[in-house]
């Protein structure tokens, strides 16, 4: 990455706005796909120049698996992306450390549930930074926030949407007339809706906000309705409260968590509010293994840090982004092995273009002139501003790679536009969290690949000499088509 533009990615990381390079001749109508209206909607933010996200984190019992890793990956692009184009973005992520599934652990392996909870949550965070997740600025343990809890709670009591039993305090579904409008349910079809252990509702769809001692091993704090904890909707709508107001910007997750969970914060806030809480809805798309989704529940996931054992970050970063972020995506590692070859080609693009460039510091050009890569910015930054659209992102980058590699090799690009184009592959690096100039981050090279390289570039050379062009040729497209660049 070149020296002026490292600064700039520090500055991205550390919240300093990026400038927008003065030759970036594009518009920043940018569309996101609400989930509520199911179409896209142009970006209008509540405050000028600000947006306020939130998505939903771990509940830290176990290792994430690569289904997760997905969601976070991409809300990361989102935030980077957001950022690049000139909003400020404060992104919170909440951490639920006290849940039934954190408990039941604990029992098992004989363990209080607060280690269990700082254990997982130390290693997801690990798992995040290995995965270059790191636009996150806040990360909110649900048990930081029991007083704020605590206070909505008992807000919703107020205003008659909730009701006290003997084991915990409900929020009465039937008397909040949106329930199921994200998700498209019907009430009327949720009797099968049941949660766990909580039996003493008015219906079976209701949900609990606070659940009263059950045990005397489980952590409770005091509340109004004596000792006990939170329920799991409860605590998101808490922490957003607290930090964005009763109104913000976007909420994300994964598709899983449109019901119950995205369904009880809208009826949790409104119901307190009067008025919706948030402008657009996110969800990405299930990750599948053999047709079914990803999950703890049906015991078919890969942790992140299982798959990285194997894999370098990048090509699986490279294959997240490959997919769009609302598609379901079949998972495999021969995919994620195809990824790797073509960011290796993009690699190597780039390794030419810093060949041929002769400026020791690479500072922005006013104007391109050359073609091929002002169709690829256009492209690049049309696909990120038609709802974060990263296949065509990448699609132009791979379009002007096959347009110009021979100018390139040829010495047809100008130099300004050669500059132009580091610039370009340094700021597509920003934003998507791989660095296009880098070598892949664990992949390795055994003395057989080189060895065998090595005898392939020897038999080619012998082949020019005999003026065997076309068999020379043929050797050099197909080690191409598996991710290998040979340039003569």
Known sequence: MTEWLRCMAANHETGVQIPILPFIKRGFLMKIYSTMSR????????????????????????????????????????????????????????????DDKIIKKAELSKSEPNDIAKIFEKRY?????????????????????????????????????????????????????????????DIKELENHREIEE???????????????RSSSEPVWDSPWG???????????????????NQYDIHGGGLDLMFPHHEAEIAQLKAINDKAIVNYWMHTGFLNVSGFKMSKSLNNFVTIRDLLKEVSTQSFRFFVISSHYRSHVEFSK???????????????????????NIYENIKPKEDIVYEPLKKCREEFFK????????????????????????????????????????????????????????????????????????LINDVRKKLREDKNYELSDEIRDKLHDLGIDIND
Request: hydrophobic share 40%; with cysteine.
């Open 39 to 98: 179409k896209k909607e142009e970006l209008k933010v509540i405050s000028q120049n600000k947006v306020k996200l939130f998505v939903c984190g771990p509940t830290v019992y176990h290792d994430a698996h690569i289904g997760h890793g997905r969601t976070y990956i991409f809300f990361d692009v989102i935030k980077r992306y957001l950022k690049f184009i000139g909003y400020s973005v404060f992104y919170i992520q909440n951490i639920t450390d006290i």
């Open 199 to 213: 039996v003493n509702k008015k219906n079976p769809q209701d949900f609990v906000l606070w659940k009263k001692r």
């Open 383 to 454: 696909g990120m501003n038609d709802d974060f659209n990263t296949p065509v992102a990448l699609s132009a980058i791979f379009s002007f790679i096959n347009d110009s590699k021979k100018d390139l090799i040829d010495d047809k690009i100008p130099m300004s536009d050669i500059i132009n184009a580091l610039i370009f592959f340094d700021e597509a690096s920003i934003i998507l969290g791989i660095d296009f100039n880098s070598e892949l981050d664990i992949y390795k090279k055994d003395s057989c690949s080189e060895d065998l390289l090595n």
């Open 334 to 356: 021969e995919d994620i092995v195809k990824c790797e070859k073509a960011l290796r080609r993009i690699k190597n693009f780039t390794k030419i273009l810093n060949e041929r």
């Open 227 to 245: 000792k006990g904890r939170p329920g799991w909707h409860i605590e998101d709508t808490a922490i957003t409260e607290y930090y964005f107001g």
């Open 125 to 185: 965070l690990e798992d995040m930074y290995l995965l270059n997740v790191t636009s996150v600025n806040k990360y909110a343990r649900t048990t930081d926030y029991i007083d704020e809890i605590i206070n909505q709670i008992e807000r919703i009591m107020a205003r008659g949407f909730a009701y006290e039993t003997s084991d915990g305090i409900y929020f009465d579904v039937k008397k909040f007339k949106d329930y199921g409008k994200l998700s498209n349910v």
